[in-house]
């Protein structure tokens, strides 16, 4: 639990408490500790958050003009302690008073009698037991300290208490040598025992972190399936809201495992079905990992994976085209340090046809309006049209989607595909829109997964991405789908010139 007792400015006089692991502070709407923006100018609506970390408070300023200050000293993260005051945004912004309450749930004597007990489950004698016993009380006394949680300061009192342990027995053996051996052993018993309580501590402690994800996993479902459901986009921000704040205490929550066993971490953090793993694999890819893939993102996915399969003899054709000038793709690709993945949106376009036209008048195998391949530098007139010559439009295309991450950040790379089907006007719309709202110009805001989840794109591009992941997971693992027979002869064979383009926006 942490207190903030308003000392100055429009809360003056007040006091906010909360039991909750992440809070926001500042004047936006959301905030926990919201301050009245038309008093407050030098607090931003997003202006600071406080983390629950380690057993203690951590405010972080999130890169705002005016900061944050504590004990009248200028911050970027700070442990908060009962005591302390804070002020948001300098020099005259409002100023709290904050009390940290250790969590009523954490019972330090019988922590101690619990660590006291594996302390001395192999060791009778009484100098030793009661410097384990003393030993399990210091624990104990720091963790409540530190809120209930790790004081870091659990090996520095058994490594105090093993070196008392080592002088008793010194001690006995000057009084009778032939106890040496018995000594000796016991002593062995005694760091056998120091460890053992180590890794009791250790296991409840990832047990009840298993627990707590376990519950923000499943929280994180719930809210997912009433987004897929919601329409109204007042309700759908509402519930993104919840989201977020769910899935930021699932992360720490993880952080917080891989710390302690970091195996156990990765063994959770993969967790789920074949297709999860190959998402996430693909993701990686794109730098753009998101902590829950939106099941209907997922089913949409596994669509069209099926839809390949279904359609076999004519998915092997296409996997050999796709054979045949991937090469040329990731040269050019790579040259401009592109993920060599965005290379199935030729699969999606055209299904990798040089000469494909669709109904609007984009043709080649990525698909580009007259104007569009002009404005990248291919030659389109009544004598020429390069458009069909492989080699300068991939380069074309290529230069295209660096364009588009250089315009939405490098590590777009979700949304640039979902521009090669919308347009980047279709997309920097969308953006602009976002713009207008509290903290819209923010990353997490112009995330391809966040456009996702509130529908803020057209239903065509929100299809249109899993189509290009779905012909990467089939490519990804050829001989699984079944696709490499005879792929070494066929790949030589000339391309059909048939097919219809995806995409008009080019």
Request: glycine share 6%.
């Amino acid at each position: 639990m942490i207190s903030f007792t308003n000392v100055s400015g429009s809360l003056q006089g007040t006091t906010t408490s909360s039991d909750k692991r992440w809070l926001r502070v500042g004047s936006g709407h959301e905030c926990d500790l919201r301050f009245d923006p038309a008093r407050e100018p030098l607090v931003a609506a997003y202006h600071a958050a406080i983390v629950l970390k380690d057993g203690a408070y951590h405010i972080l300023d999130l890169d705002t003009p005016t900061g944050v200050q504590v004990n009248g000293k200028r911050v970027k993260i700070a442990a908060l302690r009962s005591g302390d005051t804070i002020r948001i945004g300098a020099p005259d912004g409002p100023e709290a008073r904050v009390e940290v309450t250790i969590d009523a749930t954490y019972d330090p004597s019988q922590d101690a009698a619990e660590i006291a007990q594996a302390l001395q489950a192999t060791t009778r004698q009484s100098a030793t037991g009661q410097i384990l016993a003393l030993t399990a009380q210091r624990i104990a006394e720091e963790r409540a300290k530190a809120g209930g949680g790790r004081s870091r300061k659990t090996m520095e009192h058994i490594a105090l208490a093993v070196h008392d342990v080592s002088e008793v027995m010194k001690r006995q053996t000057k009084k009778r040598w032939v106890r040496v051996l018995g000594i000796v052993t016991a002593g062995a018993a005694v760091v056998i025992a120091v460890m053992g309580s180590v890794i009791y501590v250790q296991h409840r402690k990832i047990a009840h972190l298993l627990d707590a994800k376990g519950r923000f996993d499943t929280q994180i479902r719930v809210i997912q399936q009433q987004m897929q459901a919601e329409q109204d986009s007042a309700r759908l921000a509402l519930l993104e809201q919840r989201y977020l704040d769910a899935t930021s205490n699932a992360e720490r929550t993880l952080a917080d495992l891989a710390r302690t066993d970091r195996a156990k971490a990765v063994e959770v953090a993969n967790a789920g079905d074949e297709l999860d793993r190959e998402i996430r694999a693909i993701l990686r890819q794109f730098d753009a990992e998101t902590y829950a893939v939106p099941p209907i993102f997922k089913e949409r996915l596994r669509y069209h994976i099926d839809l390949l399969l279904q359609q076999a003899q004519s998915t092997r054709e296409l996997y050999r085209r796709k054979v045949r000038y991937w090469p040329l793709i990731v040269k050019e690709f790579r040259a401009l340090e592109l993920p060599e993945v965005m290379g199935y949106v030729a699969w999606t376009e055209s299904r990798f046809d040089p000469v494909a036209k669709s109904r609007a008048g984009a043709v080649g195998m990525w698909q580009m309006m007259p104007a569009s391949a002009r404005g990248l530098g291919l030659k389109v007139d009544g004598a020429v049209d390069e458009r069909t010559n492989v080699d300068k439009q991939t380069r074309a295309a290529a230069r295209y989607l660096a364009n588009l991450l250089a315009e939405f950040g490098e590590d777009a790379f979700m949304l640039a595909m979902a521009s090669y089907n919308r347009g980047e006007n279709g997309v920097r719309g969308v953006l602009h829109k976002i713009a207008r709202t509290p903290g819209g110009f923010k990353k997490k805001n112009r995330d391809f997964w966040h456009l996702y989840r509130l529908k803020l794109l057209p239903l065509e591009t929100r299809e249109y991405v899993p189509k290009i992941l779905a012909a990467a997971v089939v490519c990804s693992n050829p001989k699984r789908y079944g696709l490499e027979q005879g792929s070494a002869i066929l790949a030589t064979a000339p391309p059909p010139t048939a097919a219809v383009g995806a995409s008009t926006n080019r």
